[in-house]
């Protein structure tokens, strides 16, 4: 089947995203300015770097004739739910590989709910095949099991080669606009791309939401696949994790609560609400030196 493969035209997207300016005394007394580069307004479904990752693999897609697309992702798995929608919108059979046998038996939450109407098919594998889900006979094996041979696979969190590319245009979009550019990670994909993007001087600050400390490997293995080698000057700040992935303890709800009153802006809690608390903790320990500009990337919406 022949599909158009101009997504602008498919999907309607609003880049470049917008900068806001902040104005917080937590940031403004020790020097610093706060801008908030509003990438959940890029796309009404697939905002931030969801689009960013995700537009240069279904225009892949597309372009080479699939009509079904496969991915991973757990239980509250924004990149599922962004790919679920892609779906919809394109006219594109979706699946959903699940980490978690167990959750087969148990009610959908809500994002799971969410990828379930959006017509993506899930498929609840255990743990072990999970991890081992990149090797290609686990690979082969899961995408048989699932009815989802001839899919375009796209790896957990969309984060290969293709979608660092796509980072790295919000990387130029951002250049000359702030210091210290700053994004939570998830598999380090956007980091990736985004320090890749920036101008010479400006440096990128990625904060992980989960526990672990394997991103820096992963980061640099997907810049020398994506760039041939190390791209731009970019750092991870550890331990703003709140106990390891979709977990939002009672301090981050409230931090996250706050930060909505005094500003009129949503936040998003498992990527957006830890990136904030982390830079919030930062400035307050000196971190960044007086007259920095710092830009937060809003990478998506509750």
């Known amino acids: 089947m022949n599909r158009p493969a101009n997504l602008d035209v498919l999907l309607q997207p609003r880049p ?7 104005h917080d005394e937590r940031f403004e007394r020790h020097g610093v300015r706060l801008l908030l580069k509003r990438d959940d307004l890029v796309h009404p479904e697939l905002p931030g770097n969801k689009w960013r990752k995700l537009a240069p693999n279904l225009r892949a897609a597309l372009e080479a004739g699939h009509d079904g697309l496969v991915t991973f992702g757990g239980a509250y798995s924004n990149h599922l739910r962004a790919t679920a929608a892609a779906g919809r919108l394109l006219g594109l059979r ?4 699940v980490r978690g ?19 993506m098919r899930l498929r609840f594998v ?11 006979a686990t690979l082969a094996r899961l995408l048989e099991a699932a009815d989802a041979v001839g899919a375009y696979v796209i790896p957990e969190g969309g984060s290969n080669a293709l979608a660092l590319g796509g980072c790295a245009e919000l990387g ?6 702030g210091d210290v550019v700053a994004v939570a990670c998830g598999t ?7 320090a890749a993007g920036l101008a010479p001087g400006q440096r990128a600050l990625g904060v992980p939401v989960l526990a672990g400390g394997f991103l820096e490997a992963e980061i640099r293995s997907l810049q020398s696949r994506a760039f041939g080698g190390p791209a731009g000057d970019w750092s991870l700040a550890e331990g703003f994790d709140h106990g390891g992935y979709a977990r939002v303890p009672r301090p981050l709800e409230e ?8 500003h009129g802006l949503p936040v998003e809690r498992i990527y957006v609400a830890k ?5 919030t903790a930062l400035t307050s320990s000196g971190a960044f030196p007086r007259g920095t500009t710092l830009v937060a990337v809003v990478t998506g919406r509750p």
């Open 16 to 22: 470049p995203s917008p900068l806001q300016e902040i």
């Open 94 to 97: 979706t699946t959903g590989v």
């Open 101 to 119: 046998h167990e959750l087969a038996d148990r009610p959908l939450n809500d994002s799971l709910a969410r990828c379930a109407a959006d017509g």
């Open 126 to 136: 255990t743990r072990t095949e999970y991890r081992h889900k990149a090797e290609p």
């Open 172 to 177: 130029r979009e951002l250049r000359d606009a």
């Open 188 to 194: 380090g994909g956007t980091l990736a791309g985004l």
């Open 255 to 262: 931090f996250a609560a706050d930060f909505e009153s005094r």
């Open 275 to 279: 990136l904030l608390w982390a830079l």
